[in-house]
Structures are given as C-alpha cells and as structure tokens.
C-alpha cells in the first residue's frame, strides 16, 4: 500500500470498508471484529478493532464487539442502552462480575451475514 496524500477528512479504504460492513448489521445482532474481518477477506481483529476506534463514531458501533461478548470497556453502558433499546439478547453478569455489567449473548446476538443487505444505489 503507498503512502498517497489524501484529504484530511477522508477515511482510509479499509478502514472504510470496516465501517461500511458495521453499516450491514441490523439493529439488535452483533458481528465480532474477527468476523467483519473474514467477511472482508481481509486484516484480522485487531485491524477492524483499530479502524472502528479511530473511525466507528459515525457508525453502529456498538454491533461489532468482542468475541466473548464483554461490552467496550469505558462505554459499557452507551453500548448497554443501544443494546437494551434494540433488544440486543444479553447475559446478565453473574454477581461476582465487576461492575455487574451483562454481557452481549454471543449464541443468539451473532450476526453471519446471512440474508446479505445489497448494494445500495
């Protein structure tokens, strides 16, 4: 990949890609960072994790978590009010959790992809 100049508000192209894959999933189901990745044939976690941190704010982001489902530390409960609105299935934190925060419930919440949104015009 060269180093192009592009302008200051532009997204770099996977990083658009990432946020377009967020755009993808409907409201109350989840894809983790692993799976946008394999959707795209591309990077792994940690890259769809990156580009969601500096560029997801526009996005759902909220719907691509963790794999184990714990929510974003620092918006647990931003994520935890998005989640309850959209009927997210959640686990409830066991009592000796910290914070009592539930977690997203991975097993129902899981979004494969499955009935694919086409190309929007």
Do not use: C, K
Request: glycine share 12%.
């Amino acid at each position: 990949m060269s180093e192009e100049s592009h302008p200051a508000d532009a997204l770099p192209e996977y990083a658009e890609r990432v946020l377009e894959v967020a755009d993808l999933i409907p409201p109350g189901r989840v894809m983790t960072y692993g799976d946008v990745a394999e959707w795209l044939g591309e990077g792994g976690p940690r890259q769809v994790g990156r580009a969601m941190a500096l560029y997801g704010g526009a996005v759902a982001w909220w719907r691509v978590v963790r794999s184990d489902g714990v929510l974003l530390p620092g918006h647990e409960l931003r994520a935890l009010d998005r989640y309850r609105v959209e009927g997210t299935p959640l686990r409830e934190a066991s009592r000796t959790a910290e914070g009592h925060v539930p977690r997203v419930d991975m097993r129902r919440a899981r979004w494969d992809g499955g009935g694919r949104v086409e190309e929007r015009p």
